[in-house]
C-alpha cells in the first residue's frame, strides 16, 4: 500500500512537471536546434569546404508561417 503510494506521488509529481514546464513551441525549438547543430557538427572541422550554414529557428519559422499563409491564399 505504501509503496503504491509513493509511486502515484512520483507518477503525479512528474506529470506535473512535465505539462507545467514545457510548451510546445520551447519543445519544437529545441527539437530543431539540437537537430540543427548535430548536423553542424558532422559536417567537420572548419578547414573543410561546407553548404551554408542552416537557418536558425526563427529564420525557419518565419519561412514556414509565410508557406502557409500562401498556401490558405
Given at each position: 500500500?505504501r509503496?503504491?503510494?509513493?509511486?502515484l506521488?512520483?507518477t503525479?509529481?512528474?506529470?506535473?512537471?512535465?505539462?507545467?514546464g514545457?510548451a510546445?513551441?520551447d519543445?519544437s525549438?529545441?527539437?530543431y536546434?539540437g537537430?540543427r547543430q548535430?548536423?553542424?557538427?558532422?559536417?567537420?572541422?572548419?578547414?573543410?569546404t561546407?553548404?551554408?550554414p542552416s537557418?536558425?529557428?526563427?529564420d525557419?519559422?518565419?519561412?514556414?508561417s509565410?508557406a502557409a499563409?500562401?498556401?490558405?491564399?
Amino acid at each position: 500500500m505504501r509503496s503504491r503510494r509513493s509511486a502515484l506521488f512520483l507518477t503525479g509529481a512528474l506529470l506535473a512537471t512535465v505539462s507545467g514546464g514545457c510548451a510546445m513551441q520551447d519543445v519544437s525549438r529545441n527539437v530543431y536546434e539540437g537537430a540543427r547543430q548535430h548536423n553542424e557538427s558532422l559536417r567537420g572541422t572548419p578547414r573543410v569546404t561546407s553548404a551554408a550554414p542552416s537557418m536558425s529557428y526563427d529564420d525557419y519559422d518565419k519561412a514556414r508561417s509565410s508557406a502557409a499563409t500562401l498556401k490558405s491564399q
